[in-house]
């Protein structure tokens, strides 16, 4: 009978086997991989092997402490488990607080018109509210956001790769519609930064106080959860909270040092390309590349900085997952694969003319101090929740 130990923090009786070899093969091929991407861009800027291992980084926190959008919110609307959504908040704060003190290194004063360079302060626009609502809607139905899909991705998730094709379509049909929808909404729309209306110490305690209303709230609605049996230490989930730490330094760091935490961007430059392939991309999109946002640049395609960190965070999540025990192929239903899909397309659209999903909007909006990023939360939870009823009512019947 093999050994156990006692852990007093998580009061959990765990087997002390030790590894076996098999749960490094993903960190060794990880390492191997990244060997191989420094030396293919030696010659090129030092972010780019940075923004390989943000993603890496990025990619073992989502999935060692199951930081997903929809996940965490499923779990307060269906068990009112309310630890998730607070890990959010905690990310929100670290990088609020991160962000703030890169401000300073960049504008000495907020002063209008002017922005921090890169940040993610978009338009806001009722074409914002209705990219927020189309996302959350569509992550309801796939079963989790763009992130998340990557790392389950990582994971074995076979059904993602459906909700990229979905995607990328959804993209395409926003690249449509997205001249009509500048020239007539978002061209004269507001562009509000906290820091131009209060100064960074008012745009700090602006932040925390709503962060700190909104988590009063969930500590309110919060029920206790029951304790779950792991065996094997390697295999115990991490807190939330600690998700929601790493989550903001490493938001922190990839804006001071490369560009703000987004996985859109890329995915956009693989639509525009796939668009012009098949000759239905319009000839420009009116003022897109002047606005602010996890947005495509038109460049080759994977040798970017975006390109590099989603990549990263693929490998990371799959490295990870083989550590933990957690990889597995899974092969998808039908009807899982029409989920994907049709989730991937209102995923697509919505993060398309929102300018940014979960992470490039909301996570990198707030922690930028932009009202957009507040409204891409409330309207993304909006969305969300009727996704979650018109899902479950489909189920029943």
């Not at 923090?9 to 390492?31: R, W």
């Not at 115990?236 to 929601?244: C, D, E, F, N, Q």
């Not at 300018?355 to 409330?378: H, K, P, Q």
């Amino acid at each position: 009978m093999p050994p156990f130990f006692y852990d007093k923090k998580t009061k959990m009786k765990l087997k002390s086997n030790t590894l076996s070899v098999k749960n490094f093969f993903g960190i060794i091929l990880v390492l191997f991989i990244s060997v191989l991407i420094s030396d293919k861009v030696q010659n090129q800027s030092e972010v780019f092997y940075l923004s390989l291992w943000l993603g890496i980084s990025f990619g073992i926190v989502l999935q060692r402490s199951r930081f997903c959008f929809y996940c965490l919110s499923r779990d307060f609307i269906e068990k009112r488990n309310a630890k998730g959504l607070l890990g959010i908040i905690t990310s929100l704060v670290v990088g609020t607080l991160g962000y703030h003190i890169v401000f300073g290194a960049f504008l000495i004063e907020p002063i209008f018109p002017q922005l921090p360079p890169n940040a993610h302060i978009s338009p806001v626009s009722f074409v914002l509210i209705l990219g927020s609502f189309s996302f959350g809607f569509g992550m309801a139905i796939a079963g989790s956001c763009i992130s998340a899909q990557l790392f389950r991705l990582g994971e074995g998730l076979v059904s993602s790769l459906f909700a990229f094709v979905g995607i990328i379509i959804g993209f395409i049909l926003a690249f449509r519609i997205w001249n009509y929808f500048y020239l007539n909404i978002i061209y004269d729309a507001p562009v509000v930064w906290f820091p131009h209306h209060f100064g960074y110490t008012g745009s700090v305690v602006l932040q925390l106080t709503l962060m700190s209303v909104f988590a009063i709230l969930l500590f309110k609605f919060h029920k206790k959860q029951k304790k779950e049996e792991i065996s094997f230490w390697w295999k115990i989930k991490w807190p939330t909270y600690v998700g929601g730490i790493l989550v903001g330094i490493i938001g922190m760091v990839a804006f001071f040092r490369i560009t703000p935490l987004g996985v859109t961007a890329e995915i956009g430059n693989i639509s525009r390309n796939t668009a012009e392939y098949f000759n239905i991309m319009p000839l420009r999109l009116e003022g897109f590349d002047t606005l602010r946002g996890c947005i495509t640049v038109v460049k080759n395609v994977f040798w970017t900085n975006n390109g590099l960190f989603i990549f990263g965070l693929v490998l990371g999540s799959f490295a990870a997952a083989v550590f933990s025990e957690d990889f597995k192929i899974q092969i998808p239903s039908v009807h899982e694969v029409k989920n994907s899909f049709i989730g991937g397309l209102f995923m697509g659209f919505g993060s398309m003319i929102a300018l940014g999903c979960t992470v490039g909007n909301l996570l990198s909006g707030i922690m930028a101090a932009s009202l957009s990023g507040w409204i891409f939360l409330i309207f993304c939870a909006l969305g969300l929740y009727l996704g979650w009823i018109i899902k479950n009512k489909i189920r029943a019947n």
